[in-house]
């Protein structure tokens, strides 16, 4: 579907995006995770067509975006971070006006609108003006205006940026929905708790490079080479950590009250076998369990927000 080869933006000596390299099949979602500054926004623009690439290609099934910006953006439907809405139309109005630009027929548009509007929940506000519009239902109408065109490829900036907790549910809906329909989506969003939910793939960029991508499941192998093991005990805390100590599989060892986290380099068996070793020696074991990584962690680990190990 969309295939980005050594792709370079340069402002000057500054590399907003440094030979940044990514592909993303048909019918994903994929996140575009960042800090700030780290090239998302720039990336989306020269994907759209919208911003030059200094080099590198950017191909959407197979046809080059640098050289076919116009025809490309027929297949693109873009959705900024910072959205620009017309406050003295009426909703139908104001979607009305975009499907013209695009050149739909008078006896289409009525049939689109009101379908876009049926998608993102706004059909009871079909006859409001913009202006009296929630965050959130300028959002969705937003994201209405992007497939007006029936765009292959959704390319979203911060969708959900500034929107409520009930709004982000209803935004997250959506997207799932538009993904059974066949469409494919490039999210970015600081909500990284909510992309893993939502992403089937994740790539994280800092300073324009792509430093880890994947699904959440890979990615979390990729950066934790070992399972975080935390084991809780009622009782023998010295006794269980001398045991800990004594097994070649363990490492990383830390004690926290009456728990002990640990690196094991082991399998499901010898996580299995390490349970009965401080059961048979009599250790009053409460909890054993492995620490799931989460992308929040991931996110600090892989960019400059802490340092790599």
Same mark, same amino acid.
Not at 2 to 12: A, D, P, T, W
């Given at each position: 579907m969309l295939e980005i080869k050594n792709l370079v933006k340069s402002y000057g000596r500054y590399l907003? @995006?440094?030979?940044?390299?990514?592909?993303?099949p048909e019918g994903e979602i994929y996140g575009f995770v960042? *800090?700030? $500054?780290? $090239? #998302?926004?720039?990336?989306? #623009? &020269?994907?759209?067509?919208? +911003?030059?690439?200094?080099?590198?290609?950017?191909?959407?099934?197979?046809? %080059? @975006?640098?050289?076919?910006?116009? #025809?490309? /953006?027929?297949? &693109? $439907?873009?959705m900024p971070d910072f959205f620009g809405v017309y406050d %003295?139309? #009426?909703v139908t109005e104001y979607l009305e006006f975009y499907a013209s630009i695009y050149k739909i027929k008078d006896k289409e548009k009525k049939k689109i609108t009101n379908d876009l509007l049926e998608l993102v929940d706004l059909t009871q506000k079909r006859d409001a003006y913009? %202006?009296?519009l929630s965050r959130g239902m300028k959002q969705r109408l937003c994201l209405a205006r992007a497939l007006i065109h029936n765009p292959k490829l959704l390319v979203l900036d911060e969708p959900a940026s500034g929107l409520d907790p009930r709004a982000r549910i209803e935004m997250k809906?959506?997207?799932?929905?538009l993904?059974?329909?066949?469409?494919?989506?490039?999210?970015?969003?600081?909500?990284?708790?909510?992309?893993?939910?939502?992403?089937?793939?994740?790539? &994280?960029? %800092?300073?324009?490079?792509?430093?880890?991508?994947?699904?959440v499941s890979?990615?979390?192998? /990729?950066?934790?080479?070992?399972?975080?093991?935390?084991? /809780? @005990?009622?009782?023998?805390?010295?006794?269980?950590? +001398?045991?800990? /100590?004594?097994? *070649?599989l363990i490492s990383k060892l830390s004690r926290m009250e009456d728990a002990l986290q640990a690196g094991f380099e082991g399998s499901e068996e010898d996580m299995s076998r390490l349970l009965a070793a401080l059961v048979g020696k009599g250790i009053p074991v409460v909890t054993f369990s492995q620490l799931d990584g989460n992308l929040e962690d991931v996110f600090m680990r892989v960019t400059k927000g802490e340092e790599k190990q």
């Amino acid at each position: 579907m969309l295939e980005i080869k050594n792709l370079v933006k340069s402002y000057g000596r500054y590399l907003a @995006v440094n030979n940044l390299s990514l592909e993303i099949p048909e019918g994903e979602i994929y996140g575009f995770v960042g *800090p700030n $500054g780290a $090239g #998302k926004t720039t990336t989306m #623009k &020269i994907i759209c067509g919208l +911003l030059a690439a200094t080099s590198g290609e950017v191909r959407l099934d197979g046809v %080059d @975006v640098t050289r076919n910006s116009n #025809k490309i /953006k027929e297949s &693109i $439907g873009y959705m900024p971070d910072f959205f620009g809405v017309y406050d %003295d139309l #009426k909703v139908t109005e104001y979607l009305e006006f975009y499907a013209s630009i695009y050149k739909i027929k008078d006896k289409e548009k009525k049939k689109i609108t009101n379908d876009l509007l049926e998608l993102v929940d706004l059909t009871q506000k079909r006859d409001a003006y913009v %202006d009296s519009l929630s965050r959130g239902m300028k959002q969705r109408l937003c994201l209405a205006r992007a497939l007006i065109h029936n765009p292959k490829l959704l390319v979203l900036d911060e969708p959900a940026s500034g929107l409520d907790p009930r709004a982000r549910i209803e935004m997250k809906e959506i997207l799932r929905n538009l993904r059974e329909m066949g469409k494919t989506i490039l999210i970015s969003s600081h909500i990284l708790s909510e992309l893993a939910e939502l992403c089937t793939h994740i790539g &994280i960029i %800092d300073s324009g490079r792509m430093v880890v991508s994947g699904s959440v499941s890979e990615i979390m192998q /990729k950066v934790y080479s070992h399972r975080v093991l935390r084991i /809780k @005990v009622s009782a023998r805390v010295d006794e269980a950590e +001398l045991i800990l /100590k004594e097994n *070649p599989l363990i490492s990383k060892l830390s004690r926290m009250e009456d728990a002990l986290q640990a690196g094991f380099e082991g399998s499901e068996e010898d996580m299995s076998r390490l349970l009965a070793a401080l059961v048979g020696k009599g250790i009053p074991v409460v909890t054993f369990s492995q620490l799931d990584g989460n992308l929040e962690d991931v996110f600090m680990r892989v960019t400059k927000g802490e340092e790599k190990q």
